[in-house]
């Protein structure tokens, strides 16, 4: 135990699901959300060919915050030896990790990209 420091331990009882959208909500007092995942707007695109380049950041929001979860990049070359070049492909794919915690009073909206956010939403049990 921390010097000082009373620790409580949180008993917590399963309230509801919800499905959180663009418009923010928030954490009621006595509540605790789990956010479990999001649901995207849009599928991660396959592979362009060509030069061309594809940047996408999708995002919610958590206390006004933007915080990215999922970030794909793109880039290459067109394979056509003729000039010189042949095609040296870049992906990267990236998620956040589930579950996060949310404690009461935190705000949280689905941003660009993100569809909705799956919660667990429960009650914080003395």
Not at 5 to 12: C, D, S, T, Y
Not at 51 to 80: C, M, P, T
Not at 106 to 112: C, K, M, P, Q, S
Request: hydrophobic share 40%.
């Amino acid at each position: 135990m921390l010097s000082g420091m009373a620790l409580k331990g949180q008993n917590l009882q399963f309230g509801k699901t919800k499905l959180i959208e663009s418009k923010t909500d928030t954490v009621p007092a006595g509540k605790v959300w789990k956010v479990e995942s999001f649901i995207f707007s849009k599928t991660a695109p396959d592979c362009p060919t060509g030069a061309s380049n594809v940047n996408i950041s999708d995002s919610i929001a958590i206390n006004g915050n933007k915080l990215a979860v999922r970030v794909q990049r793109f880039s290459g070359l067109h394979d056509n030896w003729r000039y010189g070049y042949a095609w040296s492909p870049e992906f990267f794919l990236w998620e956040q990790k589930t579950p996060m915690w949310l404690p009461s009073g935190t705000t949280l909206a689905a941003g660009r990209g993100v569809l909705y956010i799956s919660v667990l939403e429960f009650n914080d049990v003395p």
